[in-house]
């Protein structure tokens, strides 16, 4: 069988028995390279691209639409899409990290044996310098220790022991209780609280948890949702507005592997108090969209819009620029580029920019509590769904409806005035995400002609909210419907990212519609469930039981000892006592060790990654007599 591959920017193959690996640059796209390869039948085979110069910022411009009455679409949009290169920060950062285990019985199975490695994985993980503390909750909770403390061998034995014991036998899901007695417990501001939620089950009570944690100072929480049937508004929010991240992670993924990604992320010192400073023509103004600028941290890639009210005069020719600034703990920084808006790549006339932008903003407002009245007028004006403009219904009934059974209502391409909503209430304003410029811009959205529509009237009253709100959605044939968006996505290919963002617009609503629908549906009593080793709670997936009994044997500082390493090399006790080239033998077990998961798990690299790293820290302490001793170990495991 002959495999031809061809890679757009290709350059600098390598070629192995059963990989290829290629370096794709941005800057010559244009360029394809392929290239054949025999495969043997039944053998794995994969290709690896190392992209480089994607980190460069990129721009898309796009035009008011001059004729629409619409405030916000007759204005230019202009997204931002780049990964701020800052100089090297202060490294060492003071950390105190709080596993939260769900261990309901929903969590029962394959999901609590992932959880059980995830949180070996993490605990291993762990800079010496740290304090920690695992949380188990269900109905009620418990805490391994009363208080976050030290990482050292003691406490780390201590949280194994809980860790080989963990059973999901703690009855419902009540996350609000183990999430304040944390944060009750006031901890030395020299350390950066980092909470790590993992869960598969709803709450009630999201805006409750969401903005307790909103409260919290020098406080990130890492959230991840487990299976089809847990709160996607707790996952989002909760990581949201503690500037943590969000992930999701079917039953079939491995969970270790996203949580470990998080892990490294929350070991980075991000910049705070981030602001924005725009230098454009004269006579133009600019609304951020968002209007706060959440943390931003190395490597990362974000996106940002903003929205350009006023004429660009036609003879400008200077180049706008956007400074970002803010603080690394005491440290200023600040990042700065310029574009040239003749040059940007103009998106579709179909607007899509517009409502991604509308889309940030609307988010931005259902996270700060903003104003309902405004968040229905903005999200109707734009076609854009928020959480009182998306509704899912579920017919419980076993007759099937036809299109004769349902009366469809289309929504007019109008839209409201907001002067008449009170935006700076003082229950929304401070909060609310709009400055006055925004205020004053928003206003002017739309016509006053839709004042007397019938849509802006937004009832109390449960039964005539709903038969309001099904006039809300637009129907298929309006100018402003997503399904415009669609023809964009050629033209933004060249900003991945910004491919995925429009996706996630247009299915965040229905993916949280179909995972709310499918919460109860039963699992299969069919599934085959894997082995678990007896005694680990391990589960048994070919060899990687071994690999985690390996990291089981790892000492807090990340080295490794002789003792019991024989059965999980495969070689002698003696063979390898009598291998070892340099004197001390935790050095020559550790550097085994690195080897051997080197060795038999380079697919799992993302979750020993950071173990292998600590071990190579401890190996920089210690005397290897100027040998390259995990080269030696891996050419001993080799032979």
Sequence with gaps: MTLETIVAGGKNVMVFENKMEYDV?????????????????GSDF???????????????????????????????????????????????????????????????????????????????????????????????????????????????????????????????????????????NKHSGSYARQVFLLTDGQVSNVSKIVQMVRKQENTRVFTFGI????????????????????????????????????????????IADVSLTWTIPEGCTVINAPDEVPPVYPGERIILYAIISGDIPKDFSGKPTLMLTGK????????????????????????????????????????NMADENALVALSTAMNVPCKYTAFVGVDKTATPLTSEDVEMESCSNESFDLSSYNLTSPTSKPKSGFGEKFVEFFSNILPKTMMQSKDADVSTDGSKRMKSASKRPPSSSSPGALHYMAPVFSRLEMLDCSVYSVSDTMMSYESHAMESAMMNSPMDEDHERRDVVKGTGFVKDDNIWKMMQLIEKQKFDGSWQLDNLSSMLNKPEEEIQGSSIVK???????????????????????????????????LKTKDTEEKDIVQEAMIFLSA
């Excluded at 690195?594 to 820290?617: G, H, Q, S, T, Y």
């Design 584 to 618: 001390d033998t935790d050095v020559w077990a550790t550097a085994l060790a690195i080897a051997f998961l080197k060795k038999e798990f380079p697919d799992k690299k993302d979750e020993w990654e950071m173990i292998v790293e600590k071990a190579l820290n401890w």
């Design 227 to 270: 299976g089809n049937g847990c709160s996607t508004e707790l996952i989002r929010n909760v990581a949201k507005v503690s500037n943590g991240k969000a992930t999701f992670v079917k039953d079939k993924d491995r969970l270790q592997s996203k949580v470990m990604s998080a892990m490294r992320c929350s070991l980075q010192r991000g």
């Design 46 to 184: 994969s290709i690896v691209l190392h992209y480089k110069g994607f980190e460069k910022p990129g721009t898309i411009f796009e035009k008011g639409l001059r004729d629409s009455k619409n405030g916000f679409l007759s204005s230019g949009v202009l997204m931002i899409n780049f990964s701020p290169e800052f100089e090297k920060l202060d490294a060492d950062l003071l950390c105190e990290f709080v596993f939260v285990i769900d261990r309901s019985g929903s969590m029962n199975g394959e999901r609590i044996d992932k959880a059980k490695e995830t949180l070996l994985l993490l605990l291993k993980s762990l800079p010496i310098n740290c304090i920690f503390n695992i949380v188990s909750f269900g109905t009620t909770f418990t805490t391994l220790f009363s208080k976050s403390k030290p990482y050292n061998e003691e406490t780390l034995e201590k949280a194994l022991e809980l860790q080989r014991n963990m059973c999901a036998d703690m009855g419902g899901t009540e996350i609000f209780k183990p999430l304040e007695n944390i944060f009750k």
């Design 25 to 41: 640059f941005a800057d010559i796209t244009e360029n394809k390279m392929s290239l054949p390869k025999q495969l043997k039948p």
């Design 328 to 367: 690394a703990g005491k440290k200023n920084v600040k990042f700065s580029m310029e574009f040239d808006m003749n040059s940007c790549t103009h998106a579709d006339d179909s607007c899509p920019l517009h409502r991604l932008a509308a889309k940030s903003k609307l988010t931005e407002m259902e996270l």
